[in-house]
């Protein structure tokens, strides 16, 4: 019995990789399908010469993009077309601390933005910067990619993002032999084509990396409002100075949150973005 990492799933044909980087075609037991479990790109698996026989236990399950055991998502925005947006950056923060996947943020298309919108920008994340690894990236200066390659060496990752962020374009950058397929960003629209048509993890330098289709609407079904605090990493580390205790920093009385908003401490937008999303989960479960 040899034991590996799906890589890829079209079909119902799985490709699995072993520890000694070799690559089998394989379809699932017909138990899993009674089981209800079906494997997923990312499961630890064993398997003989035709068959995955057994499925390790997952780290993390996620639902949109399809795949399982990531360590980090690394966070495509794009600066234009479509353009930045600090609320869609918070949702996807939320998201990937909802599922235990440690946040990369990575700001695409600087080639777009002369040198004021630039420095606005990086005024406007330089509070991120506290709290994650914020990289400003363009597929078209292979310059700024040197250091963001090492950000995937022994990690399973997660590429996610809006449409036309420019997802396949950077690891096509950072690979030229991947030669994925990538898409015009309707200048119209300010959208992209899906281009990914399936999820797939790529060996890059000594790590895996899945390119998925980007999205730009997230879910947050499964979710309870007072949870969100929890995933709001910069508000729960000052929580615990909040006059009560499971503050929502909504409507209480001497919350900590609201006054460090007040002081400057905490910018405004990353506190509306959480009110905006607090009010959609508690809408959400209104319907249930």
């Known amino acids: 019995m040899k034991k590996g990492i799906i890589i890829k799933l079209i079909g119902g044909i799985y490709t699995v990789l072993d520890g000694d980087n070799q690559r089998h075609t394989l379809k699932p037991r017909g138990i899993f399908r009674h089981k ?32 399982v055991n990531v360590d980090q998502a690394i966070l495509i925005n794009s600066t234009l077309r479509p353009n930045f947006s600090l609320f869609l950056l918070d949702r996807f923060l939320v998201l990937s601390h909802q599922e235990e996947i440690t946040p990369v ?7 777009l933005l002369g040198k004021v919108a630039f420095d606005k920008l990086k ?9 994650y690894d914020v990289y400003y990236l363009s597929a078209k200066q292979p310059q ?6 090492q950000t995937f060496d022994g990690k399973v990752s997660v590429f996610a993002g809006q449409t036309g962020s420019g997802k396949s374009s950077l690891l096509n950058a950072i690979d030229p032999s991947l030669d994925l397929k990538t898409g015009e960003t309707s200048k119209a629209l300010g959208r992209g ?7 797939e993890l790529l060996t890059i330098s000594s ?13 947050f079904n499964a979710m309870e409002a007072e949870d969100l605090t929890h995933y709001y990493i910069d508000f729960f580390e000052r929580s615990q100075d909040c006059k009560f205790r499971g ?17 400057g401490d905490i910018p405004q937008s990353r506190y509306d973005n959480y009110q905006k999303i607090h009010k959609e989960i508690t809408n959400q479960k209104k319907y249930y």
């Open 193 to 199: 084509r899906h281009t990914t048509r399936h999820t």
């Open 123 to 131: 005024s406007e994340l330089a509070y991120y910067e506290q709290y």
């Open 105 to 111: 943020i990575v700001i695409n298309k600087i080639d």
């Open 247 to 263: 503050c929502q920093h909504i409507n209480e009385p001497s919350c900590a949150i609201k006054k460090a908003v007040e002081n």
């Open 36 to 67: 209800n479990k079906s494997p997923k790109v990312g499961d630890i698996v064993d398997f003989d010469e035709t068959t995955i026989t057994h499925i390790h236990p997952r780290n993390n399950d996620l639902v949109r993009p399809p795949i």
């Open 207 to 219: 790590g895996l990396i899945a390119d998925t289709p980007g999205f730009s609407k997230l879910d």
């Open 144 to 149: 700024t990619l040197e250091a963001f390659k």
